[in-house]
């Protein structure tokens, strides 16, 4: 299981603020969690700025909410600055917003767009039910990835190709549950998916893709994460052959 994720930045005064008031999070020993099973997400200081850029081998994490909605007429009460919700095809209803160290985070809702139950009443408009449910990777290289996983112990559970942007989503987890559909490729599957309460590894497969950059020791970005009891680190992945 997934239960940390650390991340190098130039910490900014106001993300105790950002994190328990917007997010409603939790700190704990290992850093901001929701409630429940999923990692925890930590960081580690640094003298310089993270700044992301879409060449980063490391993309994203992920929350899921129940209500999108009124998660982001919450978020943007309180000023903070976030996209629009949309159904993006047949992934997921989902909006983007970055922390105030600079880390992207997605909003997915647990279920498409028209699909949340009906009269939800939430003590909390981000933190109820939500978990931090995605770590997300952008590689090259989809047999190195696949050799990579199989080596610790990672089941794939979900392929959703998106073919008019360039790329395939890769979906994995520690914990073998039943999928609602054998097919992997199945959407189906996806609702299911973004209702588990922990966390699962995505890799972002860009094809005909150059190989991305993880930081050096000591640069800001993805520090750690770890699973099982073992740190994945970007010197991990590199070994891997999943990024430079």
Not at 69 to 96: K, T
Not at 107 to 123: A, H, I, V, Y
Not at 136 to 165: E, F
Not at 233 to 239: A, S
């Amino acid at each position: 299981m997934f239960t940390t994720i650390t991340i190098k930045a130039k910490l900014a005064e106001n993300l105790f603020t950002f994190y328990q008031d917007l997010l409603g999070m939790r700190l704990t020993d290992s850093g901001w969690q929701f409630e429940g099973e999923s990692a925890s997400l930590s960081f580690v200081p640094s003298e310089t700025s993270y700044q992301p850029a879409a060449t980063d081998g490391f993309w994203k994490i992920g929350i899921t909410v129940v209500d999108l909605d009124a998660a982001c007429q919450w978020l943007r009460s309180q000023g903070a600055n976030v996209s629009s919700p949309r159904q993006f095809q047949d992934i997921g209803y989902l909006a983007h917003l970055s922390d105030p160290n600079g880390l992207i985070i997605e909003l997915l809702q647990t279920t498409f767009e028209g699909n949340k139950p009906e009269n939800l009443t939430l003590s909390h408009p981000v933190a109820d039910g939500a978990t931090l449910a995605h770590i997300t990777l952008r590689c090259h290289n989809k047999d190195a990835m696949q050799k990579w996983a199989d080596g610790i112990g990672l089941t794939l559970k979900s392929i959703q190709p998106v073919t008019q942007y360039g790329f395939t989503l890769y979906f994995y987890s520690f914990i073998d549950e039943a999928l609602p559909e054998q097919d992997l490729n199945a959407v189906a599957n996806r609702e299911w998916l973004w209702q588990r309460p922990y966390t699962v590894l995505e890799f972002q497969v860009v094809h005909d893709a150059q190989p991305f950059a993880l930081p050096e020791e000591g640069e800001s970005g993805l520090f750690a994460f770890e699973a099982s009891g073992e740190e994945i680190t970007p010197k991990t992945l590199k070994n891997a052959g999943l990024g430079k």
